[in-house]
């Protein structure tokens, strides 16, 4: 089976820290995403990445970057933590080029900021 | 653009009863239709998606969802449902550039018995 792992399950941060949440797969998948989720917003697409070196922009970038320096692993970077950017943070990922493939979640890392 | 509505941010059912969750989308392209479902603690996992062919896509753990192009809808159902199938269901819709999904706010899924 596939594994999308997450390094934490809780992290809290003051504000104003840069914050590092890190997500591995472990099935060669070219395509990998993150998300935040918050009650009654549902799920929202901060970034993703088709390859190595590569990163597309989501609906709500800002305040984030990325890094996909290896094929197995996706970075978010938070590069000045604010209390809105406490939320539940997914990592997932997918193979192939077109979307009939089915996205692989991580269990997710609950942010605070306090 | 591309959007999912879903209908109903809670719904309780009783054990046995039928399941229906509601999914209406916006798509200028033909559309990509999923649904994925999130158990406590737990990432979300695909329960079904629609692509291209049979409008009535089965899926696992005996959901099923039809895809009706006309009423732009892509609801969910379960015949009879089980304490198990307690969890969160999205709907998502992949983006107009198809590299994406956009999901719905979510409906919750209550089971009592």
């Known amino acids: 089976d596939v594994k999308v792992t997450q390094s934490s399950r809780y992290l809290v941060k003051r504000t104003g820290e840069k914050v590092f949440l890190e997500c591995v797969q472990d099935m060669d998948h070219e395509n990998m995403f993150w998300y935040r989720q918050d009650p009654g917003l549902g799920l929202r697409l901060i970034y993703f990445?088709?390859?190595?070196?590569?990163?597309e922009k989501g609906d709500i970038p800002e305040g984030y970057s990325v890094s996909r320096e290896k094929k197995e692993r996706f970075s978010l970077i938070l590069e000045s933590a604010s209390t809105n950017q406490t939320s539940m943070y997914l990592c997932?990922?997918?193979?192939?080029?077109?979307?009939?493939?089915?996205?692989?979640f991580g269990s997710g890392t609950q942010l605070s900021v306090l | 653009a591309q959007s999912v509505t879903q209908l109903g941010s809670h719904v309780s059912v009783s054990e046995g009863a039928l399941v229906l969750l509601r999914c209406n989308y916006s798509?200028?392209?033909?559309?990509?239709l999923f649904w994925y479902v999130q158990y406590p603690n737990q990432g979300l996992q695909l329960l079904l998606k629609y692509t291209t062919g049979a409008t009535l896509v089965k899926g696992i753990n005996g959901f099923e969802a039809e895809f009706k192009k006309s009423e732009t809808s892509f609801h969910l159902t379960k015949p009879s449902a089980h304490m198990s199938d307690a969890a969160e269901y999205f709907c998502a819709v992949i983006n107009q550039a198809g590299t994406a999904l956009i999901f719905g706010k979510g409906t919750t899924l209550s089971v009592s018995s």
């Open positions: 798509s200028s392209v033909p559309p990509y």
């Open positions: 997932a990922s997918s193979t192939g080029q077109g979307f009939n493939e089915k996205l692989f």
């Open positions: 990445s088709y390859d190595v070196k590569m990163k």
